[in-house]
């Protein structure tokens, strides 16, 4: 019991650091570091914040649903998976930060919220069963990569750098739901993946203005 207590403590102060701090890694190197944009009208930078910002809060919720199913998944395997995953998903955190950094903007002020929520879906699913954590991490996923999509559309065709992190986020976040599949994941009913969706827009019209 007082394992799990000194884990948990650990989860909350990993926790606050994603949601509140400018985190930073040097782990990969930053998709728009040597390029150069066509100057952006404020309306277009607004924009594009608006859009990284929402990114941002993603990926806080991301490491969240991760760390939590981490806490609570049966099988050793599977933890690391999800350990490994919440790593990877680290970068988009620094380059989501780094680019709202570049636009003069700050991150959500909903995201420690936005972390609870999550690391507590995690957690749950975790206690579901590997197979079907793995089905939550899957269908995150796709929903994040047809979100990404979104996102390439509607930002300013000026705007090449955030294009760019969007392109890498998306290759990386398919590679992860595929890597899901493959382990096993099951499908989740078509209620969960609505409810799912649901709370999606909700973090995205918060997170934009907010």
């Not at 806080?60 to 998976?81: E, N, W």
């Not at 079907?132 to 991490?137: A, E, N």
């Not at 739901?177 to 382990?183: P, Q, R, V």
Request: net charge neutral; glycine share 4%; proline share 2%.
């Amino acid at each position: 019991m007082d394992k799990f207590v000194d884990i948990l403590i650990k989860e909350v102060d990993k926790g606050l650091k994603y949601s509140t701090q400018n985190f930073q890694s040097n782990k990969r190197t930053y998709p728009a570091e040597d390029i150069k944009n066509k100057e952006l009208t404020e309306l277009e930078k607004n924009h594009s914040a608006g859009l990284m910002r929402v990114n941002h809060s993603g990926e806080v919720c991301a490491q969240a649903l991760y760390r939590g199913q981490a806490l609570t998944a049966d099988l050793s395997d599977i933890k690391h998976k999800m350990s490994e995953a919440a790593s990877e998903e680290l970068d988009h955190l620094a380059w989501c930060n780094k680019r709202l950094e570049e636009l003069n903007q700050k991150p959500s002020l909903l995201n420690p919220l936005w972390y609870g929520l999550s690391f507590t879906l995690g957690a749950v699913a975790g206690l579901a069963g590997d197979k079907w954590s793995l089905g939550f991490v899957e269908e995150t996923e796709e929903q994040v990569v047809k979100h990404l999509d979104e996102h390439m559309d509607k930002v300013s065709p000026k705007d090449i750098k955030t294009k760019a992190i969007l392109k890498q986020m998306r290759i990386d976040e398919k590679a992860h739901s595929k890597a899901a599949s493959d382990a096993g994941a099951a499908e989740l009913p078509v209620m969960a993946k609505k409810s799912m969706s649901i709370i999606a827009k909700i973090m995205t019209l918060t997170s934009y203005r907010l």
